[in-house]
């Protein structure tokens, strides 16, 4: 049984695990900001340097469900307060390397740390609050990772440009050290198994594993354009350099407006809190492909993008506690899996279009793999409407409610 734990406790818990989703994101993309200054000092060229992003990725994926099973009995609060100070130790090194390949093996390391994050983090930090608000507790938590993108890549990018790429590792290695901290001073420890999270509320594996291809699919479909997504605003959109930094902060920030928006439908309606932002998605893109030549239009679109993508990833981790089949820890690590999948997936398709079609088919590509998510999803709802809701009590307003064990 889990033991019981105050609302502030709770709430400080959520505070920390998403500080530390968004210092692992804000490290994944850094190197993509600083990639200018990396490479001439590692004497290495900026492609060699942007493999530190995508063999991050592919790590996570091969990582996550091997390292759930191995940990899957380990109290969660040893296991983040050590993923924590395993991602403070990658920062430290990547800090002080000397050598791309030390570089390269602290991200190996900061990967592996991410992987084990990913997959226990979700079900952590939602264990502590009432079935009811659980939706929400996901969106919050997830807050922190999409304003990673936001503030802390440019954060980190400016910081990396007046005092030096290694000092911007070196403040992500002591925000690793602080989250630690807070994890092990905050989080009591028992068996994993005892989780108010622990398992899927309404446990269907058919529907589970169809999640998970479609998560892959809709998430490469964004990736097909965001990726790739300078190219196409500056030779299909037409927009100068300096408009950049502006867009995709709009985007960025449209994805915070809408994990914010989902905090407020997933526990009432989880289903239509998956579709609704993969609709608006889809439709952004195909509108990107239609009218992308028109400035205003596209800005427009690219913000549906931003807030289609981050709603639904929110989404996706909700409706992951109603349907894991087992552990919420497997199924959170094969969630993870799924992302990052379609996050390497849907960067080698963009490529690959790029080089031989031009900038202006990514949006029509990336909207084509949504709109295939988008439809399986849709008929697994439509036949899955008559399931129980995972609470038939309305969600209370207040994050302080008690947790009965």
Same mark, same amino acid.
């Given at each position: 049984?889990?033991?019981?734990?105050?609302?502030?406790?709770?709430?400080? $818990?959520?505070?920390?695990?998403?500080?530390?989703?968004?210092?692992?994101?804000?490290?994944?993309?850094?190197?993509?900001?600083?990639?200018?200054?990396?490479?001439?000092?590692?004497?290495?060229?900026?492609?060699?340097?942007?493999?530190?992003?995508?063999?991050?990725?592919?790590?996570?994926?091969?990582?996550?469900?091997?390292?759930?099973?191995?940990? /899957?009995?380990?109290?969660?609060?040893?296991?983040?307060?050590?993923?924590?100070?395993?991602?403070?130790?990658?920062?430290?090194?990547?800090?002080?390397?000397?050598?791309?390949?030390?570089?390269?093996?602290?991200?190996?390391?900061?990967?592996?740390? /991410?992987?084990?994050?990913?997959?226990?983090?979700?079900?952590?930090?939602?264990?502590?609050?009432?079935? +009811?608000?659980?939706?929400?507790?996901?969106?919050?938590?997830?807050?922190?990772?999409?304003?990673?993108? %936001?503030?802390?890549?440019?954060?980190?990018?400016?910081?990396?440009?007046?005092?030096?790429?290694?000092?911007?590792?070196?403040?992500?290695?002591?925000?690793?050290?602080?989250?630690?901290?807070?994890?092990?001073?905050?989080?009591?420890?028992?068996?994993?198994?005892?989780?108010?999270?622990?398992?899927?509320?309404?446990?269907?594996?058919?529907?589970?594993?169809?999640?998970?291809?479609?998560?892959?699919?809709?998430?490469?479909?964004?990736?097909?354009?965001?990726?790739?997504?300078?190219?196409?605003?500056?030779?299909?959109?037409?927009? +100068?350099?300096?408009?950049?930094?502006?867009?995709?902060? %709009?985007?960025?920030?449209?994805? %915070?407006?809408?994990?914010?928006? +989902?905090?407020?439908?997933?526990?009432?309606?989880?289903?239509?809190?998956?579709?609704?932002?993969?609709?608006?998605?889809?439709?952004?893109?195909?509108?990107?492909?239609?009218?992308?030549?028109?400035?205003?239009?596209?800005?427009?679109?690219?913000?549906?993008?931003?807030?289609?993508?981050?709603?639904?990833?929110?989404?996706?981790?909700?409706?992951?506690?109603?349907?894991?089949?087992?552990?919420?820890?497997?199924?959170?690590?094969? $969630?993870?899996?799924?992302?990052?999948?379609?996050?390497?997936?849907?960067?080698?398709?963009?490529?690959?279009?790029?080089?031989?079609?031009? +900038?202006?088919?990514?949006?029509?590509?990336?909207?084509?793999?949504?709109?295939?998510?988008?439809?399986?999803?849709?008929?697994?709802?439509?036949?899955?409407?008559?399931?129980?809701?995972?609470?038939?009590?309305?969600?209370?307003?207040?994050?302080?409610?008690?947790?009965?064990?």
């Amino acid at each position: 049984m889990t033991p019981e734990v105050s609302p502030r406790r709770a709430r400080a $818990v959520l505070a920390a695990l998403s500080l530390g989703a968004f210092a692992f994101i804000t490290t994944e993309l850094l190197p993509v900001g600083l990639l200018t200054h990396i490479a001439p000092d590692l004497d290495r060229s900026r492609s060699q340097v942007g493999l530190l992003v995508s063999g991050y990725a592919i790590v996570v994926v091969l990582a996550s469900v091997p390292l759930a099973r191995l940990t /899957q009995r380990i109290p969660r609060r040893h296991l983040l307060g050590v993923t924590m100070l395993l991602f403070a130790a990658g920062n430290a090194t990547a800090a002080l390397a000397p050598t791309y390949a030390v570089l390269a093996g602290s991200r190996l390391l900061t990967a592996l740390a /991410q992987a084990l994050f990913w997959s226990v983090a979700t079900a952590t930090v939602t264990g502590h609050f009432p079935v +009811a608000v659980r939706g929400r507790v996901v969106a919050l938590f997830a807050a922190g990772a999409t304003l990673a993108p %936001v503030l802390g890549v440019p954060l980190g990018t400016w910081l990396g440009q007046q005092a030096g790429w290694r000092v911007a590792f070196g403040v992500l290695a002591a925000v690793g050290l602080a989250t630690a901290a807070a994890v092990s001073v905050l989080l009591p420890s028992y068996p994993p198994a005892a989780g108010g999270a622990a398992r899927g509320t309404a446990p269907d594996r058919r529907r589970f594993i169809l999640l998970l291809v479609a998560t892959a699919l809709g998430i490469g479909g964004f990736m097909t354009l965001q990726t790739y997504v300078t190219p196409f605003l500056l030779d299909v959109s037409r927009f +100068a350099d300096a408009m950049l930094a502006p867009l995709l902060f %709009v985007s960025g920030a449209a994805g %915070v407006v809408g994990t914010l928006a +989902a905090a407020r439908t997933l526990d009432r309606w989880p289903i239509v809190s998956l579709l609704t932002p993969l609709s608006i998605g889809t439709a952004s893109l195909f509108g990107l492909y239609a009218i992308g030549a028109l400035q205003p239009g596209a800005a427009a679109l690219l913000a549906g993008i931003g807030l289609g993508y981050a709603a639904f990833g929110s989404a996706v981790q909700n409706r992951m506690l109603h349907l894991a089949p087992g552990s919420t820890d497997i199924a959170s690590a094969g $969630v993870s899996t799924a992302f990052n999948a379609g996050i390497c997936g849907g960067s080698l398709l963009g490529g690959a279009l790029l080089s031989t079609s031009g +900038a202006r088919p990514l949006a029509l590509v990336g909207g084509l793999l949504t709109l295939v998510a988008l439809g399986l999803l849709a008929v697994d709802g439509r036949r899955g409407h008559t399931e129980p809701s995972p609470t038939t009590a309305r969600p209370p307003t207040d994050l302080a409610a008690p947790r009965h064990a």
